[in-house]
DNA sequence: ATCGTTGAATTGTTCAACACTTGACATCGT
DNA sequence: ACGATGTCAAGTGTTGAACAATTCAACGAT
């Protein structure tokens, strides 16, 4: 749906000029690390090159750019002559990734002097989406738009660079939290403890709203420790793998 | 600075399985990383890949992976087609990593509740190396030290992703620091800021080191942003490029 | 059972080729 | 002169095949 004005020099060149122009093996790196985030691809799965490039079509060469680009980003992990495999977390990584979400989240929040009402409004798209995919029982889905949701309080810091550093960090967490156990417990608790989060946040209520937070991660990194420690929560003791 | 996994056994590896065990790709990425970083690439050199490969002796895919590697640190800046460049730091650039240089020393500080002796030791190297390096008008090296010395106070978060986001950043600063003018000003002003600041930081008195730390820290991005305006900031007025 | 040895499989690296894009230069029409 | 268009060399993106180096497991000798 190119929209084209009677213009001049225009806007029409943008199109392909940043889509169709990605390199293939940034391509192939896209997508490896959704398979990876959305659980198709579970840590500890090794990758081999040659059955993989013949499967995406492209060449060994051009795999290995890619296998580059997931390793530097921590979700693939390079042994020399021993090949790739998906990353697994660690108690420690988690620890680690969770101490890093409440230093910069929390940062973010109190940083909120102003609130430009496109983050507000991209916070309630990922509030919805979550809603929207606990009730279509899609899991990976809804795993997304939670750290998405998180993943928008940094915008407050008004830093690029750490909003990429946070998102693959992120990125990290969601590839180990997808593969717990679909019904680990309530997801739709989360809902109401984001909407507030959300509420205190528009109102500029920063101070309540980063004790909430604060809160919410606590909760939240002991609830995937202690499933990671194999004890489920409260449900069944399905046994995966 | 490439940091090496596991390093307790061997003391006489170093010549081949140290080298060695790492592949070519790393290793040139590494003594690109080295030339940007003394400033022997200055910001702005473009690198073809085939004349590039052939100096070091390596083929252009091993080059091309090298490449990769150095612009996802934000060190090479690759355009499709036009090839890589040395990035160039914007003045905004320069802003954003003081904005983090303040949020995480400062917090990397007041979170030093107990100091291991190792760090400070590291700590006092960077200082004594800093103060040669001026004497010995070697600017580059001075550069490295200064900033090693800063890095160093991330340690404190014990985090190992926060330590490795940081050195990135602090690389992409530091190529831009090492090619202001080497007689900028006085460089050996920094040594009395940086002494105190280690000894409140190791009497513990966090509060007053922070306070020292976020002054310098303030003092040295006006110093620099100066420089890049075009004006030194008292002597001469060379014209780089 | 322990320790080398062998050998297949896989990764690391090179090489040569081709496709595609870019930027500069030459050409053309006006 | 001037701008639009065409041409072309240079450089990157990608491929496929080859070889070297290394791992791992099976095997056999002691």
Redesign the pocket.
């Known amino acids: 749906m190119t929209r084209v004005r009677s213009n001049p020099p225009g806007p029409f060149l943008m199109e392909r000029?940043q889509i169709?122009?990605?390199?293939?093996?940034?391509?192939v790196a896209s997508i490896l690390r959704q398979r990876i985030l959305n659980g198709e691809l579970r840590p500890g799965t090794?990758?081999?090159?040659?059955p993989l490039?013949a499967s995406l079509?492209?060449?060994?060469?051009?795999?290995?750019?890619a296998?580059r680009i997931l390793s530097l980003e921590n979700l693939l992990k390079?042994?020399?002559?021993?090949?790739?495999a998906v990353s697994q977390l660690s108690l420690k990584d988690v620890q680690e990734i969770y101490h890093l979400r409440r230093m910069l989240e929390i940062a973010g929040i109190l940083a909120a002097k102003e609130r430009p009402s496109e983050v507000l409004s991209e916070l309630r798209t990922a509030l919805e989406g979550y809603a929207r995919a606990v009730r279509e029982r899609d899991w990976p889905r809804a795993v997304g738009f939670d750290l998405q949701f998180h993943s928008l309080l940094i915008r407050f810091h008004h830093n690029r660079r750490l909003e990429s550093f946070y998102q693959r960090v992120i990125g990290e967490l969601r590839m180990g939290m997808v593969l717990v156990d679909r019904g680990h417990d309530h997801p739709s608790a989360l809902i109401p403890v984001h909407r507030k989060i959300y509420q205190l946040l528009a109102a500029g209520n920063l101070k309540s709203c980063a004790a909430v937070l604060e809160q919410h991660l606590d909760d939240s990194e002991s609830r995937l420790i202690r499933v990671m420690n194999g004890q489920p929560p409260k449900r069944r003791t399905k046994r995966t793998v």
Chains 1, 2 share one sequence.
């Not at 169709?20 to 391509?27: K, N, P």
């Not at 390079?78 to 790739?84: E, L, T």
């Open positions: 000029s169709h122009r990605v390199s293939i093996a940034d391509q090794s990758l081999q090159e040659v490039a079509g492209v060449s060994r060469n051009t795999m290995r750019e296998t390079r042994s020399i002559h021993r090949g790739v």
